[in-house]
Nanobody
Framework: QVQLVESGGGLVQPGGSLRLSCAASGSIFSRNTMGWYRQAPGKQRELVATIATDASTNYADFVKGRFTISRDYDKNTVYLQMNSLRPEDTAVYYC????????????WGQGTQVTVSS
């Protein structure tokens, strides 16, 4: 029972920064692994970062050292801080929650557009 709403996307110049937010509702949030994916037109959706219930994190190689995922349990919100942005980071960014057993798959937000261009 998790509903996700992303915000914070927009237009930024190369080398700039953005912080994405994912507001979650539902009592399951504190016990779900959360993550961010992104998808550019005509391309596959790809994993950006994940954060577990103990706040341990994993990152895709192409964002490691530039992006930081975090979660605030009091606000039921997951963040993606994006620094040193590149044009190839342009995509729709989606927040996701991994469903726990006995369920499978993920819950998805509606996405927020990030455009990196000069």
């Amino acid at each position: 029972q998790v509903q996700l709403v992303e915000s914070g996307g927009g237009l930024v110049q190369p080398g700039g920064s953005l912080r994405l937010s994912c507001a979650a509702s539902g009592s399951i949030f504190s016990r779900n692994t959360m993550g961010w994916y992104r998808q550019a037109p005509g391309k596959q959706r790809e994993l950006v970062a994940t954060i577990a219930t103990d706040a341990s994190t994993n990152y895709a190689d192409f964002v490691k050292g530039r992006f930081t995922i975090s979660r605030d349990y009091d606000k039921n919100t997951v963040y993606l801080q994006m620094n040193s942005l590149r044009p190839e980071d342009t995509a729709v960014y989606y927040c996701t929650a991994k469903r726990n057993p006995p369920y499978s798959g993920n819950v998805w937000g509606q996405g927020t557009q990030v455009t990196v261009s000069s």
